[in-house]
């Protein structure tokens, strides 16, 4: 009997024990359930931002409401705080079909080292029509927009008081010095001395980073350089600066000497001559910017100054008879135009363009690098970045 008594007890606590399990099953279902719901919504969510056609438009990861930033105060050793702010910047590349696959090895780069987390365009320029494959291939690789433009004939040719002839006779006395005998490094020197920047396709933006194929970014860029210079009121920036052949540009002081008597009211009264020439400006000391890296404003190449610096050079025709490069160009006129203070040395930016680097050295900015700090041109006697730096800042009013 008590056998029989303790059974019927259990099953009635095995009952009980049921109704629980099913009443807060009951209980607690809604509320899972709409749990589960909002999860599944967000993961779709998700999905839909990371979509490859909305990508470029979506606000990139890691993104924070940060205070408005100092720029005065910039420091790569400190970098801002990344926002949604965006300059009215991208990358232009003046780049052949055939050099697609080098194109795609520094888009890759470039995009892992800063570009993921901006989206910046690139505008790409050619002097024949891009391939459908090299758009293919290199919109594939890009955060941003893709631009790809047809240079005009009369940007890449010769002007009509240029002599074809005299021109040739220059190539070949010339083929012993580097690209002395080429015929198209000189309509690229020309092109991007004097044209790229008044492309159609570079009208929307204010600011511009050159980028050529092939090259290579070292170090990540934990900051948005193109901010930098919009909001520190930057006209161009560089990573490398070294001496030119003397013999590829022999009259472009004398013609640079004679725009300057011809226009004194374009040289800035605080300019930064000193970097290239003596107290009496007797001769070029052959420093300049290496172009192939520069960071600049649309606007201060389409001004008033550099456009007379570029036509005078232009009408006098030592892109042709000589084998003037666009890097002497652009850092003579920033010498006759800019301050000291108008123009920034990325030290930050590791960079190699064979056979030359440049990679940071304090170990704070190389532990974010691939680069041997020992390589950098700039501890070279060859560089002329130490004598930059040296310039006296310009006199406050």
Same mark, same amino acid.
């Given at each position: 009997?008590?056998a029989?008594?303790?059974?019927?007890l259990?099953? &009635?606590v095995?009952l009980?024990?049921?109704? @629980?399990?099913?009443?807060?099953?009951?209980?607690?279902?809604?509320?899972?359930?709409?749990?589960?719901?909002?999860?599944?919504?967000?993961?779709?969510?998700?999905?839909?931002?990371?979509k490859?056609e909305?990508?470029?438009?979506?606000?990139?990861?890691?993104?924070?409401?940060?205070?408005?930033?100092d720029?005065?105060?910039?420091?790569?050793?400190?970098?801002?705080?990344?926002?949604e702010?965006?300059? /009215?910047?991208?990358?232009?590349? @003046?780049?052949?079909?055939?050099d697609?696959?080098d194109?795609?090895?520094?888009m890759? %780069?470039?995009?892992?080292?800063?570009? !993921?987390?901006?989206?910046?365009?690139?505008?790409?320029?050619?002097?024949?029509?891009?391939?459908?494959?090299?758009k293919?291939? #290199?919109?594939?690789?890009?955060?941003?927009?893709?631009?790809?433009?047809?240079?005009?004939?009369?940007?890449?040719?010769?002007?009509?008081?240029?002599? %074809?002839? !005299?021109?040739?006779?220059? &190539?070949?006395?010339?083929?012993?010095?580097?690209?002395?005998?080429?015929?198209?490094?000189? $309509?690229?020197?020309?092109?991007?001395?004097?044209?790229?920047?008044?492309?159609?396709?570079?009208d929307?933006?204010?600011?511009?980073?050159?980028?050529?194929?092939?090259?290579?970014?070292?170090?990540d860029?934990?900051?948005d350089?193109?901010? @930098?210079?919009?909001?520190?009121?930057?006209?161009?920036?560089?990573t490398?600066?070294?001496?030119?052949?003397?013999?590829?540009?022999?009259?472009?002081? /004398?013609?640079?000497?004679?725009f300057?008597? !011809?226009?004194?009211?374009?040289?800035? /009264? $605080?300019?930064?001559l000193?970097w290239?020439?003596?107290q009496?400006? #007797?001769?070029?000391?052959?420093?300049?910017?290496?172009?192939?890296?520069?960071?600049?404003?649309?606007?201060?190449?389409?001004?008033? %100054?550099? #456009?007379?610096?570029?036509?005078?050079l232009?009408?006098?025709?030592?892109?042709?008879?000589?084998?003037?490069?666009?890097?002497?160009?652009?850092?003579?006129?920033?010498?006759?135009?800019?301050r000291?203070?108008e123009v920034?040395?990325?030290?930050?930016?590791g960079?190699?363009?064979?056979?030359?680097?440049?990679?940071?050295?304090p170990?704070? @900015?190389n %532990?974010?690098? $691939?680069?041997?700090? !020992?390589?950098?041109?700039h501890?070279?006697?060859?560089?002329?970045? /130490?004598?930059?730096?040296?310039?006296?800042?310009t006199?406050?009013?």
């Amino acid at each position: 009997m008590a056998a029989g008594f303790l059974g019927r007890l259990n099953l &009635r606590v095995l009952l009980v024990i049921i109704l @629980l399990v099913v009443a807060v099953h009951y209980l607690i279902t809604p509320f899972v359930s709409e749990r589960f719901r909002h999860a599944t919504e967000d993961e779709d969510h998700a999905r839909i931002l990371v979509k490859p056609e909305v990508a470029a438009s979506a606000p990139p990861a890691a993104v924070v409401a940060a205070p408005a930033y100092d720029w005065s105060k910039f420091s790569p050793y400190d970098p801002p705080p990344r926002t949604e702010r965006r300059a /009215k910047a991208c990358f232009v590349i @003046l780049v052949r079909n055939s050099d697609v696959h080098d194109m795609r090895v520094t888009m890759r %780069q470039l995009e892992d080292r800063f570009n !993921k987390d901006y989206n910046y365009p690139y505008v790409f320029l050619n002097n024949e029509p891009f391939s459908d494959e090299f758009k293919q291939l #290199t919109s594939s690789m890009a955060s941003g927009n893709t631009s790809y433009g047809l240079i005009p004939k009369e940007h890449w040719g010769y002007p009509p008081w240029i002599s %074809q002839q !005299k021109a040739a006779e220059t &190539r070949e006395k010339m083929k012993d010095i580097i690209y002395g005998s080429s015929e198209s490094y000189r $309509h690229m020197c020309r092109y991007e001395s004097g044209f790229f920047y008044r492309h159609p396709l570079m009208d929307q933006f204010d600011y511009y980073w050159r980028v050529e194929p092939g090259v290579d970014f070292l170090c990540d860029i934990r900051y948005d350089p193109f901010m @930098l210079m919009q909001e520190r009121q930057l006209k161009y920036g560089f990573t490398i600066s070294l001496h030119e052949y003397r013999d590829t540009v022999p009259t472009l002081w /004398k013609t640079t000497r004679e725009f300057m008597d !011809k226009y004194p009211q374009h040289v800035a /009264k $605080h300019n930064t001559l000193p970097w290239v020439t003596d107290q009496a400006l #007797t001769d070029y000391n052959m420093c300049h910017f290496w172009s192939n890296f520069e960071i600049g404003s649309v606007k201060w190449l389409r001004s008033e %100054q550099y #456009t007379a610096y570029f036509d005078f050079l232009d009408q006098s025709g030592g892109f042709f008879y000589e084998r003037w490069g666009d890097a002497p160009v652009h850092s003579l006129a920033v010498a006759m135009f800019l301050r000291k203070e108008e123009v920034h040395w990325f030290e930050d930016i590791g960079y190699f363009h064979g056979p030359f680097y440049n990679c940071p050295n304090p170990k704070a @900015l190389n %532990q974010h690098c $691939h680069c041997n700090p !020992k390589d950098s041109l700039h501890l070279s006697g060859w560089s002329c970045t /130490k004598a930059w730096g040296e310039l006296p800042d310009t006199p406050k009013a």
